[in-house]
T-cell receptor, first 113, second 115 residues
């Protein structure tokens, strides 16, 4: 079935460092892809999305490009801040479950000043 | 603007006890979901309701039941709790079919411990 694999964490960076969190997927067809973020003690919230191949989603300085050839959707940010410390989840739309999403296991990012 | 509201936020149960997690959304969304979050496992779908009056199993439905009480409310019931059901439970909603793809709105979570 459809699945998402994202890099294991935790990822520890200094402020202003470059961030990459890898995400690859296995899916039937070409599903929409998403990154969600979870701040401590909160629920998940949508960070960005891409609905078709070569689309680039962006928000709050984060970017991810839907790569059909490599079945990837890596999350990047040029200069992280302490406030970016959170858990990041890659996800895809599960056609076999209504409009539910299948999530990766999450990657914890910790940014120090 | 409340969004998705879950109750209770914390609960401790003994093995074999039952309980219901309540979820309500005020965004007039058609679809609602229950996920559980476990360390190293990410979020896994328990049940979902694509529209009022329908419910379907997700990836990990065993030991749970759900009720879509009306368009606003979607409850999750544990009939006989087991330690393996210790987890953080998230309710979410979305516009569903015909709505913006993938925009799930999550509650703050309910932390359940089964002793």
């Amino acid at each position: 079935g459809d699945s998402v694999t994202q890099m294991e964490g935790p990822v520890t960076l200094s402020e202003e460092a470059f961030l990459t969190i890898n995400c690859t997927y296995t899916a039937t067809g070409y599903p929409s892809l998403f990154w969600y973020v979870q701040y401590p003690g909160e629920g998940l919230q949508l960070l960005l999305k891409a609905t078709k191949a070569d689309d680039k989603g962006s928000n709050k300085g984060f970017e991810a490009t839907y790569r059909k050839e490599t079945t990837s959707f890596h999350l990047e940010k040029g200069s992280v801040q302490v406030s970016d410390s959170a858990v990041y989840f890659c996800a895809l739309e599960a056609w076999q479950a209504g409009t539910a999403l299948i999530f990766g296991k999450g990657t914890t990012l910790s940014v120090s000043s | 603007n409340a969004g998705v509201t879950q109750t209770p936020k914390f609960q401790v149960l003994k093995t074999g006890q039952s309980m219901t997690l309540q979820c309500a959304q005020d965004m007039n969304h058609n679809s609602m979901y229950w996920y559980r979050q476990d360390p190293g496992m990410g979020l896994r779908l328990i049940y979902y309701s694509a529209s009022e009056g329908t419910t379907d199993k997700g990836e990990v439905p065993n030991g749970y039941n759900v009720s879509r009480l009306n368009k606003r409310e979607f409850s999750l019931r544990l009939e006989s709790a087991a330690p393996s059901q210790t987890s953080v439970y998230f309710c979410a909603s979305s516009e569903g079919e015909g709505g913006p793809t993938g925009e799930l709105f999550f509650g703050e979570g309910s932390r359940l411990t089964v002793l």
